[in-house]
């Protein structure tokens, strides 16, 4: 729960709770006791009292990647991004422009299209009629 980035509102009175109070990111902006009321067995910032043996919990930074080996990423996602651009393009075109030269091609998918949109139609209306009449 102390590595919740977006908290703006806790209450945590009455609960019964015991321990440290945890510390990190938004915790530590709830420096308001009364939001801990009635939970005597806590202790820590922000309340007054202090705990015994506490140390405080040490956040493992991620391990940092050396320089060496972050070479050449510029340059593989450059070609990914080419490969990705000249595929749709092709994809694009070889899709389209059959349809827009060849006039056959372009009147048989039309057709298809409407029959299947005809076929749609012809099947939701039965059922909507069907649930209709029960």
Not at 63 to 71: F, G, L, M, T, Y
Request: net charge positive; proline share 6%.
């Amino acid at each position: 729960m102390s590595s919740l980035f977006a908290l703006s509102y806790l209450n945590l009175s009455h609960n019964n709770l015991s321990g440290t109070i945890p510390s990190g990111n938004q915790l530590q902006t709830l420096d308001d006791p009364s939001i801990y009321e009635g939970n005597s067995g806590l202790c820590g910032y922000p309340l007054p009292k202090t705990c015994t043996g506490y140390k405080p919990l040490q956040v493992d930074k991620p391990p940092q990647v050396p320089a060496s080996d972050n070479k050449g990423s510029g340059f593989i996602s450059i070609w990914f991004y080419t490969g990705m651009a000249s595929g749709y393009v092709v994809g694009f075109w070889g899709a389209c422009g059959v349809l827009l030269f060849k006039k056959t091609w372009r009147y048989a998918y039309f057709r298809f299209a409407d029959d299947i949109k005809d076929m749609l139609f012809v099947a939701i209306m039965t059922r909507i009629n069907r649930l209709k009449r029960t």
